[in-house]
Nanobody, 120 residues
Framework: QVQLVESGGGLVQPGGSLRLSCAASGSAFSINGMGWYRQAPGKEREFVATITTGGSALYADSVKGRFTISRDNAKSTVYLQMNSLKPEDTAVYYC??????????????WGQGTQVTVSS
């Protein structure tokens, strides 16, 4: 079973930057797409960005040009570089991975979340 652990959240002023990391551990046949979602207070969880094992990335319109997703397949780690942060980026950020278990079944795995607060 795969576990995801996020780190790098915190408090930052508007216009600032943060880098989130998400490391996968445990046993799986493969870890395929990895990505980030976020949930602001009183709102539903929303897609932020995703990246394939080959490095193809997709972004939500709200973060295009400001956020960059990357991954290190050797370390089973995905990153989210967040620049030009805005107060509306404040949310709990969740890491997600699509995995294939050793039993060759599909498994959707979520991290526990890390808080990002953008405020002066």
């Amino acid at each position: 079973q795969v576990q995801l652990v996020e780190s790098g959240g915190g408090l930052v002023q508007p216009g600032g930057s943060l880098r989130l990391s998400c490391a996968a551990s445990g046993s799986a046949f493969s870890i395929n797409g990895m990505g980030w979602y976020r949930q602001a207070p009183g709102k539903e969880r929303e897609f932020v960005a995703t990246i394939t094992t080959g490095g193809s990335a997709l972004y939500a319109d709200s973060v295009k040009g400001r956020f960059t997703i990357s991954r290190d397949n050797a370390k089973s780690t995905v990153y989210l570089q967040m620049n030009s942060l805005k107060p509306e980026d404040t949310a709990v950020y969740y890491c997600h991975a699509d995995c294939i278990t050793r039993a060759r079944t599909a498994e959707s795995v979520w991290g526990q979340g890390t808080q990002v607060t953008v405020s002066s």
